[in-house]
């Protein structure tokens, strides 16, 4: 008899996915604005590590090894980066002019981005981002369902793709300690919900 691996839940990303979009709809509703937040499902819990500033691609680079570590010296099981971001989407006949940024572009769309994995899968999705006229958060628009695809880039690639050992968690583990990282669990504030 074969059994299902406890790490492969099949709804551990869409219960990720609902986690994030919570902590995101807080940030928004109390700040306006959601810092770049890295989401843990752990044995323990969420654990959530946020960089104190992404100014430049140093500061970016470092927030994705760290957040690599973090999903080993967790044992996590899957991982969302939560971030705001400026998006821009093909027009009605499908053409997408790339040589703009989509910061920069007049038809840009404000959404929160979250980018999910566990040992297996990857997946995304897109919180469009509603504002009134003064630019206050009013709520996000209906986000599609997860998009299930391979992702590329600097903060793609972040969990493990085998479970990792005692003797590699404790390695991670020292390498946070190292670099100033401790985490600490402060217990759930039921209120934040």
């Known amino acids: 008899m074969k059994r299902r691996r406890t790490d492969q839940h099949p709804d551990r990303l ?22 770049a937040t890295v989401i843990a499902d752990t044995d323990d819990g969420y654990v959530f590590c946020m960089p104190a500033d992404l100014a430049d691609e140093a500061a970016k680079n470092r927030f994705a090894e760290i957040a690599r570590l973090l999903a080993v010296a967790q044992n996590a099981r899957a991982l969302v980066l939560v971030v705001e971001a400026w998006v821009k989407y093909a027009n009605a006949a499908g053409e997408l002019d790339t040589n703009i940024p989509p910061s920069q572009s007049a038809d840009r769309k404000e959404v929160v981005a979250l980018m999910l994995e566990d040992h297996s899968r990857a997946a ?11 630019g206050t958060f009013l709520a996000f628009d209906s986000p599609p369902a997860l998009d299930y695809t391979e992702s590329a880039g600097r903060f793609a690639g972040l969990m493990p793709r085998l479970k990792p050992s005692v003797r590699e968690a404790a390695a991670a583990r020292a390498t946070l300690l190292a670099m100033g990282m401790n985490i600490v669990n402060r217990g759930a504030d039921p209120s934040l919900n």
């Not at 869409?14 to 810092?35: C, F, I, K, N």
């Not at 995304?124 to 003064?134: K, N, V």
């Open 14 to 35: 869409e219960a990720l996915a609902r986690q994030a979009t919570d902590y995101a709809m807080h940030m928004m509703r109390t700040t306006g604005s959601v810092p």
């Open 124 to 134: 995304s999705s897109l919180l469009p981002i509603l504002r009134d006229g003064t």
